[in-house]
């Protein structure tokens, strides 16, 4: 009974998400076009609230077409496995209800986030295309970069929490939230995040300019459309984790989604305000910015916790 109650939960969870998803780019669309000085999606339903379902049902009854050179089997399935991994790493979220509890729940994110770039460069290999190749191998190249430093910043909280579980976090922050005592980190968490989603101004996998549309050039239809999703479900779980671990995991409270909303709001303020940055310089600041800024508050979270530790026992 348990099992069947968790599925069920599961797949609420699951579709909620999709929802989420669903009105994100909505809101991306309504917010770009206001940015735009125009006026978004307002024709399908009231104000354009049905323009989503309206894009889904277009793209999923669309022609699927596939190149005759490609890999089929694995260009087939690997929109799919990211979609799945970008909904996998919402059962890490901390449900006070208890949902699933994961004591190691930051080391199963880091993992699930790792492997979703091999589905980009599975995709992008697959295709059999030059363009997708190398949309593909730029990705694996920025991911390397950036998840380095958003690891120790992971490890760093790790050593002031006190654990993997991220309901310490709900713990901890009862009376402070992080944000006011780690600031320069939660600016380098978030930009990793806009890294880690492809998102402008770090969208170097889909570099229209220079790669027609990079990884995913190949793909119509459904195999888009996944890829699509999984990217926006990434955009959302990345707002959600942001508000987790900086600004009070209180996620059973209404202000707790609206701190979630302005986040994702701040992902396509960024994208409506910023140009492509220059890959060279994504590098640079990976490498000499933010990692030498992750290691000095891994220390210093370090020296805290035993020097915490050494008053306590």
Request: net charge neutral; with cysteine.
């Amino acid at each position: 009974m348990e099992i069947f109650i968790m599925f069920l939960v599961s797949l609420i969870l699951l579709i909620c998400v999709m929802v989420g998803v669903a009105f994100l780019t909505l809101l991306e669309r309504k917010v770009l076009g206001y940015i735009h000085i125009r006026k978004g999606p307002n024709k399908v339903g009231f104000l354009g609230i049905l323009q989503p379902f309206s894009d889904a049902i277009k793209l999923f009854t669309s022609e699927q077409t596939f190149p005759s050179v490609s890999n089929y089997i694995a260009y087939y399935f690997a929109p799919v496995f990211s979609l799945f991994l970008s909904l996998l790493i919402w059962l890490v979220m901390p449900y006070l209800s208890g949902l699933y509890s994961f004591e190691l729940g930051l080391l199963f994110f880091l993992s699930c986030t790792s492997l979703g770039v091999y589905t980009v460069m599975i995709a992008g290999w697959s295709s059999n295309s030059n363009y997708s190749l190398l949309g593909g191998l730029r990705a694996v190249a920025q991911t390397i970069s950036y998840e380095v430093s958003l690891a120790l910043i992971l490890l760093s909280f790790v050593f002031l929490i006190s654990g993997y579980n991220l309901l310490n976090f709900y713990n901890y922050q009862n009376y402070l939230w992080l944000i006011f005592m780690t600031l320069p980190l939660s600016l380098v968490w978030f930009t990793s995040c806009l890294a880690e989603t492809n998102r402008t101004p770090f969208d170097f996998a889909e570099g229209e300019s220079e790669l027609v549309s990079g990884f995913n050039v190949e793909y119509s239809s459904g195999g888009f459309a996944l890829i699509f999703l999984a990217e926006y479900a990434s955009i959302l779980f990345m707002s959600m984790l942001f508000c987790v671990i900086f600004l009070g995991s209180d996620v059973n409270t209404f202000f707790f989604y609206l701190k979630l909303s302005f986040i994702s709001f701040m992902f396509i303020w960024v994208r409506g305000t910023l140009p492509r940055f220059r890959y060279d310089k994504l590098m640079y600041l990976a490498w000499s910015s933010f990692l030498p800024l992750s290691l000095n508050y891994l220390i210093f979270f370090l020296g805290f916790s035993i020097l915490l530790f050494s008053f306590l026992f």
